[in-house]
T-cell receptor, first 114, second 111 residues
Framework: DTGVSQDPRHKITKRGQNVTFRCDPI?????LYWYRQTLGQGPEFLTY????????KSRLLSDRFSAERPKGSFSTLEIQRTEQGDSAMYLC????????????FGQGTRLTVV | RKEVEQDPGPFNVPEGATVAFNCTYS??????FFWYRQDCRKEPKLLMS???SGNEDGRFTAQLNRASQYISLLIRDSKLSDSATYLC????????????FGTGTKLQVIP
């Protein structure tokens, strides 16, 4: 499978726990995006990487959220001290440098904080 | 003002009807535009790119109006399988090349 893959697909965690999600983009894609989506809303931008550099972070990304892309390939998104409001679908997308090309999405990680 | 705005709907239309969605964007320097389709609890998937000259793919037609800063999607002869949420996507120019989504327009095609 040469698409974007995300792991895990589902995660249930207790409030206050830390969670980490992984995204493996399409191999030749140097741009990687993280989004959060709640029911009835479009994907909300969280952060963006060009290769290993994190170039932009949304105001939505509180201090409890951190993302990395250490070697410019896979990326991780960590949420510390989870809250119930963090329950959402976390989507990863990647694309090539040409901004006239579309982004390809992974199937997402659905987080439920109980 | 949001960077990308869409009417959330829902649009409930009978099979065979023609339906159109608009999406407005606030950054006049935005360079590329797309429509994505998202089925319930699935990831967004590209439906079509939107070119300056407009483009058509079967029953789907996309248009771009740079002067008024909106894009549109027209679906002719609606099918039950067209029921989904349609997301407008705008690529912002510049070094960061942020990809911004609208909230989506929900379409329900009724038998």
């Amino acid at each position: 499978d040469t698409g974007v893959s995300q792991d895990p697909r589902h995660k249930i965690t207790k409030r206050g726990q830390n969670v980490t999600f992984r995204c493996d983009p399409i191999s030749e894609h140097n741009r990687l995006y993280w989004y959060r989506q709640t029911l009835g809303q479009g994907p909300e931008f969280l952060t963006y990487f060009q290769n290993e550099a994190q170039l932009e972070k949304s105001r939505l990304l509180s201090d409890r959220f951190s993302a990395e892309r250490p070697k410019g390939s896979f990326s991780t998104l960590e949420i510390q001290r989870t809250e119930q409001g963090d329950s959402a679908m976390y989507l990863c997308a990647s694309r090539v440098s040409d901004m006239n090309t579309e982004a390809f999405f992974g199937q997402g990680t659905r987080l439920t904080v109980v | 003002r949001k960077e990308v705005e869409q009417d959330p709907g829902p649009f409930n239309v009978p099979e065979g009807a023609t339906v159109a969605f608009n999406c407005t964007y606030s950054n006049s320097a935005s360079q590329s535009f797309f429509w994505y389709r998202q089925d319930c609890r699935k990831e967004p998937k590209l439906l079509m790119s939107v070119y300056s000259s407009g483009n058509e793919d079967g029953r789907f037609t996309a248009q771009l109006n740079r002067a008024s800063q909106y894009i549109s999607l027209l679906i002719r002869d609606s099918k039950l399988s067209d029921s989904a949420t349609y997301l407008c996507v705008v690529n912002r120019p510049g070094g960061y090349q942020k990809v911004t989504f609208g909230t989506g327009t929900k379409l329900q095609v009724i038998p």
